[in-house]
């Protein structure tokens, strides 16, 4: 399955902005789907992840009740809708496929990545 990562763009504090993870090749309704991201010198961190039915989902503290992440499995994506950004959360944002249908933070479970797409917050 190919990702497909978009959305990302420039805004300003407290802004917003609305991510889009797109699956081509194989449908992934039965995929796990997670959000991460990387700033620069620094690692690849778990954001928002997703289970393959969508009733189960996961956060990292510091996007807890700004973020949230959603699927729509007949448009084979998921979003991950980013309200009251800090310029904290600037990073390359990258989606991830679970085979396992899982939600989890954990990085090496996921067999599939997107490209990243770019998010800058600034202050």
């Known amino acids: 399955v190919q990702l497909q990562a978009c959305g990302g763009g420039l805004v300003q504090a407290g802004g917003s902005l609305k991510l889009s993870c797109v699956a081509s090749?194989?449908?992934?309704?039965?995929?796990?789907v997670g959000w991460f991201r990387q700033a620069p010198g620094k690692e690849r961190e778990f954001v928002a992840a997703?289970?393959?039915?969508?009733?189960?989902?996961g956060y990292v503290d510091s996007v807890k009740g700004r973020f949230t992440i959603s699927r729509d499995n007949a448009k084979n994506a998921v979003f991950l809708q980013m309200n009251s950004l800090k310029p904290e959360d600037t990073a390359v944002y990258y989606c991830a496929a679970d085979s396992r249908g899982y939600y989890t933070s954990n990085y090496h479970a996921y067999d599939y990545w997107g490209q990243g797409t770019v998010v800058t917050v600034s202050s």
């Open positions: 997703i289970s393959w039915h969508g009733r189960n989902t």
């Open positions: 090749g194989r449908t992934f309704s039965s995929y796990g």
